[in-house]
């Protein structure tokens, strides 16, 4: 393996980890407030849609265009999660039934593939797509200029949500109270701290991110839009926030692990190499099935810190 | 250090102490679903720089009590007021904004977060977002110095001991400037060093001008700690007495009450025909300990025996053992040390089945979770049991008409009221229920049979019923093991009665003789 092969291995992990870091960080911030969201390939989906649809739809430059159409496919999965939170936080319905229900839904064969279809836009080519920027002129760099100045503004955007968030958790009051919440609800509203309000900010938060992950497919991977084009990352996106122990530095490395995965086949056969492609691409599912049973022990769950109240709701006067 | 002298910061001026009560509820009165009314029109009121304690068995009220000073129920009637003015109290947030904090019997610590962090939890002295654990740190140590509390803020909770969270949560509201803090049960975790340390702890509080209520149902502690001691019954608030002018035995007579109430009368008054005395017990009991769920020792040297035809009444206040008694007889937990024997021979801990088949019935406290399964009919719950040797079988195959007929003779037999033995059990009132249960149990011909609270939350008709079927079994020659926090029922029923305390027998009573006074002062570790 010569040097050009491990950067071209890098730089497509990256791409095709940056969904997957935004939407498991949205699930992250999710399931730390004690919500289980198992909508996210719906989210995902709603949000490739959507940005894909404006950004076809606006005139004006370029990248006035691309924010605008993030912005609707972030706004397009927190109002899908904000429909989760509904059901899971105030009426309380089983939160697996609750996400299960929204992903089939909106998935490969519902809401998304029909207004693709209402929009005619399958098939359209894109108009705009984010290209690299060239950080500070150091693109050029051998290796880490590639991997490290030479990515397009959602790879720099991840990058500084992961930093945001885990500040956010370890060195904020909020995050600390979103830690409280998600673990033990109970002492967290006896401390005074609005367990409702903590869960749907994070639900809807979660969801938008799981949105902007999906446009990252439309806007940036490639221009076009193909039903269930997501291809099953947003459950990647929840078995990689179990992988990260719940934690933001952590879920940056998986994602690019997975993404690496995800993107071996292709990148070791446009170097030459001949393996199957179904072999790589089955990979990350392997990895996740694999991830999911280590981690459902409850010796692990003690260990890595599984939110306790995962997937539980509160209600005040019970119990 | 020479900290510890200072007045803590929300001491006023000592001039108006004692005139205004810190906190107080006048006329309180909470009901919830299902009729049960757990505060009937209580009163107190605590002063600054008081210990005020609230005594009282389980079920008195006083837990719901303070889940309304601390803002987490509203109260039906009545008000509670803070420094003499009638306080809006709707959330525990509120309730702190007033300076009521409560330190819980279920401790409110995270479990996975530090102890800096379960300090700031909801309210730092930091405005802004950010959170510095450097800065609360050093200021945990110095509150910790102040009240003598050993402490390390770094520690995560689940890390340390029961009395270690405890002390937390108390540092947790002094670092709130807590003026009232309620103590909910706070020695039942704490070994006897721990508690001096808690009640110096608590006297350098009140010393600095705050209000401690103190929970309880042990009359030592109450007596060495509180001022004033108010007193809860069955919901109500009876008197408020100065601790300096009380003793244990007036206490005990106040938590109890006086004696049956009327038109209810002692079995064992009027000779229930239990074997003679020397008759050797089906059901004996030889030092027995065993451990709770926490791994810590529950049963210490538990030693009883049960005769033919004899009901023995376990009384105590709950959780000092007696679950965990129940559960080792059934065979649902192993115990540590002793014998258990039924007919004279031992029975093997922690195996069900083998209690079942050595003639151990069982109604257990839990009885929808243990009990029966709520989801399946009448017929398949009376089969539980005895699918393994009578149920109506062909080969591998139940044959449910004749399980059928079967438990219309025993829902006939038991007066169970439902539409037919396809009713599912979880349909059934409480009452119904608790026949299932006993239906199934003594269709087996029990030796011995284990009954935890068997009359709890049934309606009258239904207590009767149950009460009735508990002496005729006996007549019938079974020993019967009765557990129950209803001293009435106990006292009624039992021809002895053995008291629990923290795991203990600390006494066997004849029932004819036993005065409410005597069994109290039992119960509350006084005897």
């Given at each position: 393996m010569n040097t050009d092969l491990i950067v071209a291995i890098v730089v497509s992990a990256i791409a095709y980890g940056t969904p997957l870091v935004l939407a498991g960080l949205g699930e992250l911030l999710t399931e730390r407030s004690g919500v289980l969201n198992l909508g996210v390939e719906g989210m995902m989906l709603m949000g490739a849609v959507t940005g894909f649809f404006v950004s076809q739809q606006l005139g004006g430059p370029g990248w006035a265009v691309l924010i605008v159409a993030m912005i609707v496919a972030a706004g397009a999965g927190g109002l899908m999660a904000l429909i989760h939170a509904f059901l899971s936080i105030t009426v309380r319905v089983n939160q697996i039934v609750s996400g299960l229900a929204l992903t089939i839904f909106a998935g490969a064969v519902g809401l998304s593939s029909y207004v693709g279809q209402v929009w005619g836009i399958g098939g359209q080519h894109g108009l705009h797509q984010l290209n690299r920027v060239d950080l500070l002129g150091l693109g050029e760099l051998p290796v880490v200029g590639p991997i490290?100045?030479?990515?397009d503004p959602f790879v720099y955007l991840s990058w500084g949500l992961v930093v945001l968030v885990a500040w956010y958790l370890y060195r904020t009051r909020f995050g600390l109270y979103l830690r409280a919440v998600g673990e033990s609800p109970r002492s967290a509203d006896a401390m005074g701290i609005n367990v409702t309000r903590y869960r749907y900010v994070h639900t809807v938060v979660g969801g938008a991110l799981a949105g902007l992950g999906g446009a990252y497919f439309t806007l940036?991977?490639?221009?076009i839009w193909t039903d269930g084009l997501t291809a099953g990352a947003g459950w990647i996106a929840i078995a990689l926030v179990i992988f990260a122990f719940w934690r933001p530095d952590v879920l940056l490395i998986g994602a690019y692990l997975f993404g690496a995965l995800s993107s071996l086949g292709f990148t070791l056969q446009a170097h030459g190499v001949q393996m199957p492609s179904e072999f790589f691409s089955s990979l990350p599912y392997l990895m996740t099935v694999v991830v999911l049973a280590g981690a459902s022990t409850t010796l692990a769950r003690r260990r890595i810190g599984t939110p306790a109240s995962l997937g539980v709701p509160y209600a005040r006067e019970e119990g | 250090m020479s900290g510890h002298v200072e007045a803590g910061p929300t001491s006023t001026g000592t001039a108006t102490a004692g005139l205004v009560p810190a906190v107080a509820a006048a006329g309180v009165t909470k009901r919830f679903a299902g009729g049960v009314v757990a505060n009937d029109r209580v009163s107190f009121d605590a002063r600054r720089g008081e210990v005020h304690a609230l005594l009282g068995e389980n079920g008195a009220g006083k837990t719901t009590l303070c889940n309304i000073l601390t803002g987490l129920y509203r109260p039906d009637e009545g008000e509670v007021q803070v420094n003499g003015s009638p306080a809006r109290l709707h959330s525990p947030h509120e309730a702190q904004r007033a300076g009521i904090f409560m330190v819980h019997q279920h401790l409110s610590l995270v479990d996975s977060l530090t102890v800096a962090e379960n300090v700031v939890l909801g309210w730092s002295r930091h405005r802004g977002l950010r959170y510095s654990p450097r800065q609360v740190e050093a200021e945990i140590a110095e509150i910790a110095a102040r009240y003598r509390m050993q402490v390390d803020p770094r520690a995560r909770i689940w890390q340390l001991s029961l009395g270690e969270r405890q002390r937390i949560d108390i540092l947790k509201a002094l670092y709130r400037d807590a003026t009232i803090l309620i103590l909910d049960?706070?020695?039942?975790?704490?070994t006897p060093s721990e508690t001096e340390q808690l009640f110096s702890s608590v006297r350098e509080m009140v010393a600095a001008g705050r209000s401690v209520v103190f929970i309880s149902h042990k009359l030592p502690e109450v007596l060495a700690i509180a001022n004033r001691i108010t007193i809860l019954r069955k919901g109500r608030s009876v008197t408020t007495v100065d601790a300096a002018g009380v003793d244990a035995r007036e206490l005990a007579r106040l938590m109890v009450g006086h004696d049956m109430p009327a038109g209810r009368v002692r079995r064992a008054a009027n000779g229930s025909g239990a074997a003679p005395a020397d008759q050797r017990g089906v059901l004996e009991l030889e030092s027995v300990c065993a451990d709770g769920d926490f791994g810590v020792q529950v049963l210490r040297d538990v030693s009883l025996s049960v005769r033919p035809g004899e009901i023995v009444g376990i009384a105590g206040v709950?959780?000092?053992g007696q679950r965990e008694l129940a559960e080792v007889i059934a065979g649902l937990r192993s115990h540590t040390r002793g014998t258990v024997r039924v007919d004279g021979s031992e029975l093997r801990g922690g195996d069900p089945r083998a209690a079942i088949n050595r003639g151990i019935a069982y109604v257990p406290e839990d009885r929808m979770g243990t009990g029966v399964s709520p989801s399946l009919s009448v017929t398949e719950n009376l089969l539980l049991k005895s699918y393994r040797r009578d149920?109506?079988?062909?080969g591998p195959l139940l044959m449910m008409d004749r399980a059928d007929t079967q438990s219309l003779a025993l829902m006939e037999q038991f007066d169970i009221r439902t539409r037919g033995p396809h009713a599912l059990v979880r349909q059934l009132s409480g009452g119904n229920v608790q026949k299932v249960v006993l239906a199934r149990e003594l269709s087996s011909q029990p030796r011995v049979l284990v009954a935890a609270s068997p009359a709890r939350g049934l309606d009258v008709g239904a207590t009767e019923y149950v009460h009735g079927v508990l002496v005729d079994t006996a007549r019938r020659g079974v020993g019967i093991l009765l557990i129950s926090e209803d001293l009435d029922e106990i006292v009624e029923l039992s021809d002895r009665i053995a008291v629990l305390y923290e795991g203990r027998i600390v006494g066997i009573v004849d029932a004819a003789q036993a005065s409410y006074e005597q069994l109290g002062m039992m119960m509350a570790g006084a005897a």
């Open positions: 490290l100045f030479d990515q940036a991977i490639a221009p | 049960e706070p020695t039942t975790v704490l709950a959780g000092n149920a109506p079988h062909a």
